[in-house]
C-alpha cells in the first residue's frame, strides 16, 4: 500500500480479540489493544507472556485465529491484509531474531544489511545489479543518524553487539517507516553502548518516528514512552498511561511477585526484599 493511501488516522496497530497458537497451545489469548500512530508504547511482560509472539505476529511469521465472524483478528495501520514487503517498509523492525538471521549470511557487509532492508531481503537481491545512488545515499544517511556511518565497511559478523545493533536500526531507519517495533533493544549492551542505544532511540521518538518496544527491561521504558501494555500469559493486565499501568498492584500482576518501578531518567525495579535472596 503506497504511503499517501494509509489514513493519518489509521491505528499503528489493532488487536482484536486476537488469539496465537503456539504448539497448540495459546501464547496470545485474546489480547485486545489499540496503538495510534504517534504514541510511543511498551509492551512489558514478565518471560513467557507474549512479548515475542507479539512481534512476530506483526512481522506476519505467525498469524492469529480466525474469527468465525470475518472480522480482522489484527489489522496494521488500517489494514488486514498486507504484502509483507510493503509491512516491512512501512515498520522498521529490530530484533534479535533478525540479528541471528543476519549473522547466518557469510560475508555479509553492513552497507549490504542497511540496502537490503529495500528488497526486504536480508542482504541485496543481486550482486550484478548494484543499487541505485539514492539507495547508497540513504544507507549512509540512515548509518549516520545513528552513530553508525563509520561501520559502513566493516563485515557484519565482526560487529561488537552494540556496533551490530545499531546498524539493525540503521536498516529499522532506511526507509522512514511510520513506526519503530523494536525487541529490547538495549538488552546485553555494555553500559556506554546502553546508554548510546537509548539516546538514540530518545531522539528518534523526539523525531516523530512512533517507538513500540517490547520489553521486560524498566530501563528501557524511555521518559518518551507515555503509554504501557501489561501483559501475563498471553493476556492484557493492563493498558493504559505509564502512570496509570506502572504501580505496584498492576506490575505484581503482570510479573507475579512483589515489584516496585523506580521511575525517572534511569528507571529501575525494585523486588520487595521478601522475594530476594538477599
Ligand atoms: N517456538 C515455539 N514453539 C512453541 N511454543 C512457543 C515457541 N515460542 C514461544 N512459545 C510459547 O509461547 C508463549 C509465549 O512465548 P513468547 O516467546 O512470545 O514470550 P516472551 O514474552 O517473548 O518471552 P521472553 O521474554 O522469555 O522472550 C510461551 O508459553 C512459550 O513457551
Same mark, same amino acid.
Given at each position: 500500500? #503506497?504511503? *499517501?493511501?494509509?489514513? /493519518?488516522? =489509521? @491505528?499503528?496497530?489493532?488487536?482484536?480479540? $486476537?488469539?496465537? !497458537?503456539?504448539?497448540?497451545?495459546?501464547?496470545?489469548?485474546?489480547?485486545?489493544?489499540?496503538?495510534?500512530?504517534?504514541?510511543?508504547?511498551?509492551?512489558?511482560?514478565?518471560?513467557?507472556?507474549?512479548?515475542?509472539?507479539?512481534?512476530?505476529?506483526?512481522?506476519?511469521?505467525?498469524?492469529?485465529?480466525?474469527?468465525?465472524?470475518?472480522?480482522?483478528?489484527?489489522?496494521?495501520?488500517?489494514?488486514?491484509?498486507?504484502?509483507?514487503?510493503?509491512?516491512?517498509?512501512?515498520?522498521?523492525?529490530?530484533?534479535?531474531?533478525?540479528?541471528?538471521?543476519?549473522?547466518?549470511?557469510?560475508?555479509?557487509?553492513?552497507?549490504?544489511?542497511?540496502?537490503?532492508?529495500?528488497?526486504?531481503?536480508?542482504? #541485496?537481491? *543481486?550482486?550484478?545489479? /548494484?543499487? =541505485? @545512488?539514492?539507495?547508497?545515499?540513504?544507507? $549512509?544517511?540512515? !548509518?549516520?543518524?545513528?552513530?553508525?556511518?563509520?561501520?559502513?565497511?566493516?563485515?557484519?559478523?565482526?560487529?561488537?553487539?552494540?556496533?551490530?545493533?545499531?546498524?539493525?536500526?540503521?536498516?529499522?531507519?532506511?526507509?522512514?517507516?511510520?513506526?519503530?517495533?523494536?525487541?529490547?533493544?538495549?538488552?546485553?549492551?555494555?553500559?556506554?553502548?546502553?546508554?548510546?542505544?537509548?539516546?538514540?532511540?530518545?531522539?528518534?521518538?523526539?523525531?516523530?518516528?512512533?517507538?513500540?518496544?517490547?520489553?521486560?527491561?524498566?530501563?528501557?521504558?524511555?521518559?518518551?514512552?507515555?503509554?504501557?501494555?501489561?501483559?501475563?500469559?498471553?493476556?492484557?493486565?493492563?493498558?493504559?498511561?505509564?502512570?496509570?499501568?506502572?504501580?505496584?498492584?498492576?506490575?505484581?500482576? =503482570?510479573?507475579?511477585?512483589?515489584?516496585?518501578?523506580?521511575?525517572?531518567?534511569?528507571?529501575?525495579?525494585?523486588?520487595?526484599?521478601?522475594?530476594?535472596?538477599?
Amino acid at each position: 500500500m #503506497p504511503a *499517501d493511501a494509509i489514513p /493519518p488516522d =489509521a @491505528p499503528l496497530i489493532e488487536f482484536d480479540d $486476537a488469539r496465537v !497458537l503456539r504448539d497448540g497451545r495459546a501464547a496470545l489469548d485474546g489480547v485486545s489493544l489499540r496503538l495510534p500512530q504517534g504514541r510511543h508504547t511498551a509492551i512489558l511482560g514478565p518471560n513467557g507472556c507474549g512479548k515475542s509472539t507479539f512481534i512476530q505476529v506483526m512481522t506476519r511469521q505467525l498469524y492469529p485465529l480466525a474469527h468465525g465472524d470475518g472480522r480482522a483478528p489484527v489489522r496494521i495501520l488500517g489494514e488486514a491484509r498486507w504484502d509483507v514487503r510493503a509491512l516491512r517498509s512501512r515498520l522498521g523492525i529490530v530484533t534479535g531474531a533478525l540479528h541471528e538471521d543476519l549473522l547466518s549470511v557469510p560475508e555479509l557487509g553492513v552497507r549490504d544489511v542497511v540496502l537490503g532492508a529495500f528488497d526486504a531481503r536480508l542482504a #541485496p537481491q *543481486d550482486d550484478a545489479v /548494484p543499487a =541505485a @545512488p539514492d539507495r547508497h545515499h540513504r544507507a $549512509a544517511a540512515a !548509518l549516520d543518524r545513528v552513530e553508525a556511518g563509520h561501520l559502513a565497511g566493516r563485515p557484519y559478523a565482526a560487529l561488537s553487539t552494540g556496533e551490530a545493533r545499531r546498524v539493525l536500526l540503521a536498516r529499522a531507519l532506511v526507509h522512514a517507516p511510520q513506526a519503530l517495533l523494536l525487541d529490547e533493544p538495549a538488552a546485553g549492551l555494555d553500559v556506554v553502548a546502553h546508554a548510546r542505544m537509548l539516546r538514540a532511540l530518545r531522539r528518534l521518538a523526539r523525531e516523530g518516528v512512533t517507538l513500540v518496544l517490547v520489553t521486560h527491561h524498566a530501563e528501557e521504558l524511555i521518559p518518551e514512552i507515555g503509554h504501557v501494555v501489561l501483559l501475563r500469559g498471553g493476556r492484557v493486565v493492563a493498558d493504559g498511561s505509564r502512570g496509570a499501568v506502572l504501580t505496584p498492584p498492576l506490575l505484581a500482576r =503482570a510479573f507475579g511477585g512483589p515489584l516496585r518501578l523506580h521511575d525517572g531518567p534511569r528507571p529501575r525495579f525494585e523486588l520487595e526484599e521478601a522475594d530476594t535472596d538477599a
